[in-house]
């Protein structure tokens, strides 16, 4: 099956800072998602983005489908930025089965 | 909030017995998926259901099983309890089901003992 890699897998910053952070994948996919989880565990959705490239505020997005990577850019971090950031891909043709990469945990200090 | 709601927030008990996991999806979607986040394996597909049918499975264990009633909400069944069911379990849901934006609910911690 596909396969999902994060990098990198922790990143500390201080406010303020700018941050980029890389999926990549093993196959071609009909959707891939960032998400966000909280320290409270809740996943939040970020941006849908299997092609393209997306902006919402301080966070854009890229995915290079043919080269089969995306980035997440986390510009002027805040500490409500902390927490874990995945990416997931489904390329089942259509089922949108995702699958999750191992996550890049963030901690912003103030 | 992403209007997918999971019931109840938290759950605790016995190896052996048997739980049931309620989600409702948003408003219109037809779609709804089952996820489950533990520390060892992270987060995994378990099974879809579109419009009250299944459509695509994944490492979900014989014990567990999932239906979607006609009003479009779903529940997961987890018998037989193990140590190690011990998660966290998402539902999410999309309009279609294929290749469109999933949202997911705020999760059921489940606790076995």
């Not at chain 1, 700018?18 to 960032?34: E, G, I």
């Not at chain 1, 320290?39 to 505020?57: C, D, V």
């Not at chain 2, 408003?27 to 259901?49: K, P, T």
């Amino acid at each position: 099956g596909i396969q999902v890699e994060q990098s990198p897998p922790d990143l500390i910053l201080q406010e303020g800072a700018n941050s980029t952070l890389r999926c990549n994948f093993s196959d071609s996919v009909n959707n891939l998602q960032w998400f966000h989880q909280n320290p409270w565990g809740q996943l939040i959705n970020l941006f849908y983005i299997p092609s393209g490239t997306k902006q919402n505020g301080r966070l854009s997005a890229t995915t290079v489908a043919t080269e089969r990577y995306s980035l997440l850019y986390i510009s002027s971090s805040q500490t409500t930025d902390s927490g874990v950031y995945f990416c997931a891909v489904d390329g089942t043709g259509g089922y949108n089965k995702l699958i999750f990469g191992a996550g890049t945990r963030l901690a912003v200090h103030p | 909030d992403s209007g997918v709601t999971q019931t109840p927030k938290h759950l605790i008990t016995a190896t052996g017995q048997r739980v049931t996991l309620r989600c409702s999806p948003r408003s219109g979607d037809l779609s709804v998926y089952w996820y489950q986040q533990s520390l060892d394996q992270g987060l995994q597909f378990l099974i879809q259901y579109y419009n009250g049918e299944e459509r695509a499975k994944g490492n979900i264990l014989e014990r567990f099983s999932a239906q979607q009633f006609p009003d479009l909400h779903s529940e997961l069944n987890l018998s037989s309890l193990e140590l190690g069911d011990s998660a966290l379990y998402f539902c999410a849901s999309s309009l279609q089901g294929g290749g469109d934006t999933q949202y997911f609910g705020p999760g059921t911690r489940l606790t076995v003992l």
